[in-house]
């Protein structure tokens, strides 16, 4: 699974490893500094024709999804016989289809996510409330801002979110992939990001090329915002001084992207059983609790609040809260739905030939 | 011999006398110059790596304090957390292996080369050194495929691609080895009626002990240093110290365990550096 | 070694008692296992990317002989190409005058000598990775040289910046300390009396320089040059870690295309690989032809 997050390495170390051991199944965490990596080792297996691949459960949502299942590179149709699916709602859409690509059983929820721009109130007093009203601060403040260039995930969930607000929200993208809307509506997106292009950090001539670049600008006070998909990493990150102390959520009053992220297990992989095994412990209440703890993780669970046992209701009931970031039902409040996955790929090429290489 | 002797020799040894104190006077001037240029190129060398000594220190450094605002260790014990020890594990077993396969491959292909010089000669050394000339992501890109296909294990994979990117090292230190010993002392020996025992431990490993040292030391390092074929072909079964420095280098508010692992990949090679040293100077002076 | 050197003496006495000593080890035999292994990786591997490249491997669909991978990112395979060769000839230019400068200084000994010794070799074994990572701590936007200058936001665009200085520097780092070992070690093994001799005769200083050191150090200087410029025009890490997204140099374009999740992307990636690997054996070539017409080499 990507390495790069201390606290979800940290989690799965000490709380998922020794309870898969308690099952009696040896679970390795592999560290790649970008779930493509691991992608990548599947697809190179699959070329080969092999069946004793050696990755067994990997981390992923979105377009990786999505290019794995068209490549045939996951195992399917296996969530159903898994104990715990039992306590996810089985009518969730962010649980049915993952950026528009059917779900299918090949791969099992494991936590929610809500893409989260951040800010430094310290020096940006009056917040504004809009994704439009951000773009019209930017301007307003040359050299204060910038994303991740896409395919950077961060980067290009910001360049989706441009879109909705351009375009007057998300019901007026559709969620499905169609190149007559991708032709009507991306104009309008282009234009937008070619006018904030010289207001940006470095007027725009480049771009940090990861989320971590973003927040090594943030943290380093060259930029006033930054942003994630993963919101927990806040808590942490304004605790050890690595942030500046009044960092805080920046609310939108049309909310913004949520998705899901799954565990897949390769169709290559030679110990589907175990690999099962772990996915149905990582959605138990327990270890969804755990890994909720702002503390600890974090990361928002996939289970309904609903099915909850009295037990489990406790265990949730008891997590502490977090200085930076709010709950994720405040978080989650007007959640816009992913596009498909057919989306971002089209996207990020169009971002790369028209906003970085065109002049 | 292209080494010229500087033209108008008489004319400068008519003025020998002026000559002389210019020599004396540049020498002065020689030691500034040559001490400056050391503390320049020392400061070259050694200034990228204050950071890393630094933040390994630093608890807390936010930006823009000049100087950790706290010091401890708490950026050790999140390395140890984070697989430090497996991954040092790894790297030093990785290094060990491809020097453990390339040191006596390049011994005797550099054997080959220097005693037998034969209508192939030629082409071996330059396939011998064409891993030179391809860079390990190409041959990764075409090899990944095959070493899967042909289901080798990912840890003898990652082995056998940087043992062939150490060859060309192994092979050259041997071979200047060689061609400054002559093998009429082995040839003699086998004369005098040396067994075979005694001719490579008497007579063969005292003369290349310090080469062979060298080309051992190399293909560690090839080894010890590989980011992209332990990922590549490794498909993260083998964790390595590079892999780690990556995988941290890439989330955000990692600076310090960067800084942990990148010392610790500085360790062992340093150890090996000082050992070969020592051992170098005793036989040296055992020798004289 | 053991296996191949006993056969190598039992040949040896079997023959010791006939007239001639020639045959005491069996020849070119020797190199036959370096030689299957280095077939099976560089000739293996290039089969195999140039297989690839040309659509006959498709991770879905059938095989099909096609040069679309080639194609397929026409102008910016060219910038890529033009920026990754102006970032390896920078560096290795850089890194072989510091290096040569280091290794002089080395051949002074004394206590100069020794410190610069010391201090070049701790930067050859370190990773790349780490070297990247240590110049990003040293000179980013918030790295330490900005914080110790308090520069803020007047701090020059090192890491990212449109000269890719950062990256250069890293690469003549590392590569300097490599030349300068690798010269020195050279100059060791020459006669060090060419230097005395020209010196005692009366030869200055930059003479010297010229019409000595440098024409014995020029073929160590000029291999290890080349393997460190063939090394950074093919090395991925550090321009990843320390570039900015746009242009790439081919090797970071590759591993993109690589990585990427369209499944037309990895002809792509494979048709870059082809092209760099195709300019770095030009390179190597190049130097070799140098060398040839270097009267000191062999």
């Known amino acids: 699974m990507y390495g790069g997050d201390t606290q979800g390495n940290a989690y799965v170390d000490d709380y998922l490893v020794p309870a898969a051991a308690k099952e009696g199944v040896t679970l390795k965490r592999v560290p790649v500094a970008d779930t493509k990596d691991a992608l990548n080792r599947v697809l190179t297996e699959k070329q080969s024709g092999t069946t004793a691949g050696q990755v067994d459960l990997v981390w992923v949502n979105g377009d990786n999804f999505g290019t794995g299942k068209a490549a045939g590179a996951w195992a399917c149709g296996w969530t159903s016989l898994l104990p715990n699916m039992g306590v996810t709602n089985p009518s969730d859409p962010l649980l049915s289809e993952d950026f528009g690509t059917p779900v299918d ?64 929200g998300y019901t007026n993208v559709p969620l499905a992939f169609d190149q007559g809307a991708f032709d009507r509506l991306t104009p309008a997106l282009v234009t937008e990001l070619q006018d904030l292009k010289p207001s940006l950090w470095r007027e725009g001539s480049t771009y940090p090329k990861s989320s971590r670049e973003l927040n090594a600008l943030y943290a380093g006070g060259q930029v006033d915002f930054t942003m994630t998909y993963g919101p927990a990493e806040l808590t942490k990150l304004v605790t050890d001084g690595t942030f500046p102390a009044a960092t805080k959520v920046l609310a939108l009053d049309e909310g913004t992207v949520g998705n899901a992220s799954f565990l897949a297990i390769p169709s290559t992989s030679g110990h589907r059983s175990a690999a099962m095994v772990v996915a149905n412990l990582a959605l138990s209440e327990e270890q969804q609790a755990r890994k909720a703890d ?45 596009l498909a996955a057919a989306w971002v790929p089209a996207l990020d090429e169009l971002w790369r030939r028209q906003i970085l290489a065109g002049k | 011999m292209a080494v010229t002797l500087p033209p108008g020799l008489s004319q400068q040894a008519s003025r020998k006398g002026a000559a002389q104190n210019g020599l004396a006077r540049s020498r002065a001037g020689g030691r500034i110059l040559r001490t400056a240029t050391a503390a320049a190129l020392a400061v070259w060398f050694v200034l990228p790596l204050l950071p890393l000594g630094l933040w390994v220190f630093a608890d807390r450094w936010s930006y823009p304090a000049p100087l950790p605002q706290h010091w401890g260790l708490d950026n050790v014990e999140s390395a140890l957390a984070r697989g430090a020890a497996t991954g040092f594990a790894g790297s030093l ?117 310090p080469a062979l040292a060298r080309a051992a030391f190399l293909a560690f390092l090839v080894g010890w240093t590989d980011y992209l074929v332990t990922l590549l072909v490794g498909g993260g079964s083998l964790v390595t110290v590079p892999l780690l420095v990556a995988s941290a280098a890439s989330g955000t508010g990692n600076d310090g365990i960067v800084a942990v692992l990148s010392l610790i990949a500085l360790v062992p090679p340093l150890a090996l550096l000082l050992l070969m040293g020592m051992t170098g100077r005793r036989h040296r002076g055992g020798r004289t | 070694m053991p296996e191949s050197e006993v056969l190598a003496t039992r040949s040896g006495q079997r023959t010791a008692a006939g007239p001639s000593l020639k045959p005491c080890m069996p020849g070119v035999l020797l190199a036959v296992p370096a030689v299957v292994l280095v077939t099976v990786v560089v000739g293996g591997g290039s089969a195999m990317v140039a297989a690839q490249s040309l659509g006959l491997m498709p991770l879905v669909g059938r095989p099909e002989l096609s040069a679309a991978a080639y194609t397929a990112h026409g102008g910016d395979l060219l910038v890529g190409a033009g920026l990754s060769l102006a970032i390896a000839g920078t560096s290795t ?206």
């Open chain 1, 294 to 338: 702002p503390g600890i993780w974090g990361q928002f669970p996939v289970l309904n609040p609903g099915a909850l046992s009295p037990e489990g209701r406790a265990l949730f009931g008891r997590l502490p809260s977090s200085p930076v970031v709010p709950g994720y039902e405040v978080l989650s409040k007007n959640a816009n739905p992913e």
């Open chain 3, 93 to 298: 230019l850089l890194a072989c005058l510091v290096g040569f400068t280091a290794a002089l200084i080395i051949m002074q000994g004394r206590w100069c000598g020794k410190l610069v010794a010391a201090m070049s070799t701790l930067s050859v074994p370190l990773p790349h990775i780490v070297g990247a990572a240590a110049t990003g701590l040293l000179l980013a936007d918030s790295g330490l040289l900005a914080r110790v200058f308090g520069a803020a936001e007047g701090w020059p665009a090192i890491v990212g910046g449109p000269w890719w200085v950062a990256v250069i520097f890293e690469y003549a780092w590392k590569e300097s300390a490599f030349v300068g070992l690798v010269v020195a070690g050279t100059l060791a093994t020459r006669p060090v009396d060419y230097e005395e001799t020209a010196a005692l005769l009366g030869a200055g200083r930059l003479r010297r320089l010229r019409h000595v050191l440098l024409p014995l150090s020029l073929p160590a200087l000029m291999i290890s040059g080349t393997i460190a410029f063939i090394y950074s025009f093919g090395s991925y890490e550090v321009a990843w870690l320390l570039g900015r997204p746009y242009p790439e140099p081919l090797p970071v374009m590759a591993l993109r295309l690589y990585n990427s999740v369209s499944l037309t992307s990895r002809p792509e990636a494979a048709a870059i690989g082809v092209i760099t690997a195709a300019v770095s054996l030009g390179a190597a070539l190049v130097a070799l032809a140098f060398l040839r017409k270097i009267p000191l080499w062999r």
């Open chain 1, 105 to 168: 059983g090949c791969e099992a929820p494991w936590s929610k996510a809500q893409f989260t721009i951040a800010y430094n109130s310290a020096a940006v007093p009056g917040p504004p409330k809009t994704l439009a009203g951000l773009l019209d601060w930017v301007k307003e403040h040359p050299g204060r801002f910038t994303y991740p260039a896409p395919p950077d995930f961060t980067g290009s969930v910001l360049t989706r979110e441009v879109l909705y607000s351009v375009s007057g």
């Open chain 2, 93 to 209: 077993g990785l290094g060990l292996m491809v020097s453990a396969v390339a040191t006596p491959l390049g011994v005797l292909a550099a054997r080959s080369l220097a005693f037998h010089p034969s209508r192939w000669s030629a082409a071996v050394s330059a396939l011998l050194f064409a891993p030179l000339a391809l860079p390990a992501f190409v041959a990764v890109f075409g090899l990944n495929v095959l070493l899967v296909r042909l289901q080798v294990p990912s840890t003898a994979g990652v082995v056998l691609v940087l043992t062939a990117y150490a060859l060309p090292y192994t092979t050259y230190v041997m071979r200047l080895a060689y061609a400054a010993h002559h093998i009429g002392f082995e040839e003699e020996a086998c004369t005098l009626g040396a067994t075979r025992g005694q001719v490579l431990f008497r007579v063969q490993l005292p003369l290349i002990a």
